[in-house]
Structure formats: structure tokens, C-alpha cells
């Protein structure tokens, strides 16, 4: 296990122009783009775990309302609510401009 990630970098990329040969790098954001709209985002667990953390959103930045199963994006990058794994690494944070907020039980 690495360090943990407390900052992302983020990038806008079209969606479906990542080479199969590329790799998250620890503290990379990959905003994925369709059709000039926000679709998906793409991390690495902030743990350290080296786990992608490939999210589907719905754009804030565009007016949009969060779905049942994305969630909520706008730029900074921002994702909203908490993201919480309860298998492997069991990580719970947050995303808020850019910067890792880990929440007491991450890691339990």
C-alpha cells in the first residue's frame, strides 16, 4: 500500500480516448467528457489501496440533478455525497475542491 492521495490534479479527457495502455497516476483526476457533457470521473482510491475509482456523475457545473446511482460532479473537482467502499480497502471520503476528506470510519 502507498501513501495516502490527499490532493487530485484534475483532467478533462473525451470519453473513450484513454489507451487501454494508460495508468492513473496517484493524485490524477480524469474528468470523462461525452458529447461536451460530464459523464464519468477517474481516480485512484485515496487510501493508497492503487485502486481505480472509475465514478459515473451527473454534472452540476450543467444545471443537472443527481441520480439515483451517480454522483453529483462539479468542477474542482467535487463529487458529492461520500464515496464509501465496504469491501477491500473500506475507504469513506469525500472529494471537495481538489482535496481528500477522510471521514472517522475510512479504513474499518
Known amino acids: 500500500m502507498r501513501e495516502r492521495i ?23 483526476w480524469w474528468t470523462l467528457v461525452r458529447d461536451g457533457k460530464v459523464v464519468a470521473v477517474d481516480f485512484l482510491c485515496p487510501c493508497g489501496c492503487e485502486s481505480e475509482c472509475y465514478t459515473p456523475v451527473t454534472d452540476a457545473t450543467a444545471g443537472e440533478a443527481k441520480t439515483e446511482r451517480h454522483w453529483l460532479y462539479s468542477a474542482g473537482p ?6 464509501r467502499y465496504t469491501g477491500g480497502c473500506k475507504a469513506h471520503f469525500n472529494i471537495e475542491n481538489g482535496k481528500t476528506i477522510f471521514h472517522g470510519d475510512s479504513g474499518r
Open 6 to 28: 490527499h490532493e487530485y490534479t484534475e483532467t478533462r479527457r473525451e470519453f473513450g480516448e484513454v489507451q487501454s495502455d494508460e495508468k492513473l497516476k496517484p493524485g490524477e
Open 78 to 83: 467535487t463529487l458529492f455525497p461520500s464515496i
